[in-house]
């Protein structure tokens, strides 16, 4: 379902350029749980972002569902963005002024497919109780706990029943037993609604939950592993 082919990225710095990715190819299938491992500057963050389509390689090619993404102009990558990818990011970007609720809903508002207000209002909730978060839907997002944050953070990238969801370090700013509750609810939703995951970690104990391990050295696979 996504197909990366000969990725590169660089990046200027000064009158050096530094390479982010250096040749990456991977085949990612439908309902995949994939873990992107790696150093820290091993290229997790941009091989996400392109995939991700927030991001353009330098060159070599992203197809998802076979669509060539490269070739699209810059609406028609959004639109595929908005219809196809939900986002977890590392420090949630959760909007402060919007409670809970608003900051759920707003994906499907800004999305293109027409939906009712009552249809929106069942899907945040269903998913606000899905992720521990029903009592807390009036909240803004400085009254909730990191773990709530990133709940909140999930829901968000679920409301819009995305095919895929990447999600960049999930439990980096979690407590061990938050970082599971995050990681075991993916995994719920990854084997009930069948969507694909990709989301990076440092933690080898999270590694061991994907199907699929990615280990990235220097903008490069490594090794790859799959079960
Ligand atoms: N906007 C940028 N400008 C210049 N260099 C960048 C930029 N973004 C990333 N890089 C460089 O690209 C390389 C890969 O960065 P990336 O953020 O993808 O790593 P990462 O694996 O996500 O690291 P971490 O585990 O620390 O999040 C690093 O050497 C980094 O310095
Ligand atoms: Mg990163």
Avoid at 67 to 81: D, F, K, N, P, Q
Avoid at 82 to 99: A, D, H, W
Avoid at 207 to 220: Q, R, T, Y
């Amino acid at each position: 379902m996504i197909t990366v082919r000969g990725l590169r990225k660089s990046y200027p710095m000064g009158k050096l350029l530094v390479d982010a990715l250096q040749g990456v190819s991977l085949e990612l299938a439908r309902g995949d749980f994939v873990a992107v491992a790696g150093p820290s500057g091993s290229g997790k963050t941009t091989l996400m972002n392109i995939i991700g389509l927030i991001d353009t390689p330098s060159s070599g090619s992203v197809l998802i569902d076979g669509v060539e993404t490269g070739g699209l102009r810059r609406r028609e990558r959004t639109r595929i963005r908005q219809e196809n990818i939900g986002f977890v990011f590392q420090s949630f970007n959760l909007l402060p002024v919007l409670t809970v609720f608003e900051n759920v809903e707003l994906p499907l508002t800004i999305a293109q497919k027409r939906t009712t207000r009552a249809e929106r209002r069942d899907r945040v909730e269903f998913l606000l109780e899905e992720v521990g978060l029903g009592d807390r839907r009036r909240h803004k997002p400085s009254e909730l706990s990191g773990g709530q944050q990133q709940r909140a953070a999930i829901a968000r990238a679920l409301v819009t029943m995305p095919k895929i969801v990447i999600a960049d370090e999930p439990t980096a700013n979690l407590d061990s037993a938050n970082g599971e509750r995050v990681l075991a609810l993916m995994k719920k939703i990854n084997r009930e609604e069948g969507t694909t995951f990709i989301f990076s970690t440092h933690d080898p104990d999270i590694w061991e939950m994907a199907n699929h391990i990615v280990f990235l050295k220097d903008g490069g696979i490594e090794s790859e592993r799959r079960r």
